[in-house]
């Protein structure tokens, strides 16, 4: 299947700081990107939908200014968590899906996001 | 919310066939019917989707009832390494997934 990366895999900060999150796909083009929270023993929850060279569409509830989220390309998405508190600290995946609009999305290895 | 149900955990001899079921009560014509699991601190992994008929692969089956109410996933020979959290789930093209809780699968040796 298609191979999608995140980097980093884990990462703590301080409050306050912003933290960047990078999702790539590495053997295909993804028009559209996912981003999902997870928090421990949860489900994943779909936080934004992004599609290439225009705003993403967040999720009822997610604050779109404090996480912000950027497809400028069809193989990079970023997650950018500003202003970080400890209450963000979560379990953050992306997926990918191709240009063809009915593809497989194929999810990410995870970033472990831990603010203190 | 989710639109699938799923019992919450499950057993299963290793070496056995594992056979997880999903309910889609309210599905519709157009949506496909896909499975992913989450092996512990991972990202999802897709294993099979299907609309209608039945799908093999080389990870699973997946047999989908006539009316589409209702879907399993059959790992045939499991292993200790397919112990994880199963996802069934239904998408149209580009739509969001959206993930109910699972079936936590053990694999006992």
């Known amino acids: ?116 | 919310d989710a639109k699938t149900t799923q019992p919450p955990s499950m057993d299963c001899a290793e070496g056995r066939a594992a056979n997880l079921p999903c309910n889609h009560s309210t599905i519709s014509g157009n949506e496909y019917v896909y499975w992913y699991r989450q092996i512990h601190s991972q990202g999802p992994q897709y294993i099979i989707h299907g609309l209608k008929n039945n799908e093999t692969n080389e990870m699973a089956s997946l047999i989908i009832t006539e009316d589409r109410k209702s879907s399993t996933l059959i790992l045939p020979h499991a292993t200790l390494r397919d112990t994880a959290v199963y996802y069934c789930t239904e998408v149209q093209g580009a739509q969001k997934l959206v993930f109910g809780q699972g079936t936590r699968l053990t694999i006992n040796p």
């Open chain 1, 1 to 116: 299947g298609a191979v999608v990366s995140q980097h980093p895999s884990w990462v703590i900060c301080k409050s306050g700081t912003s933290v960047k999150i990078e999702c790539r796909s590495l053997d295909f083009q993804a028009t559209t990107m996912f981003w999902y929270r997870q928090f421990p023993k949860q489900s994943l929850m779909l936080m934004a939908t992004s599609n290439e060279g225009s705003k993403a569409t967040y999720e009822q509830g997610v604050e779109k200014d404090k996480f912000l989220i950027n497809h400028a390309s069809l193989t990079l998405s970023t997650l950018t968590v500003t202003s970080a508190h400890p209450e963000d600290s979560s379990f953050y995946i992306c997926s990918a899906q191709g240009q063809r609009g009915w593809e497989t999305q194929y999810f990410g290895p995870g970033t472990r996001l831990l603010v203190l």
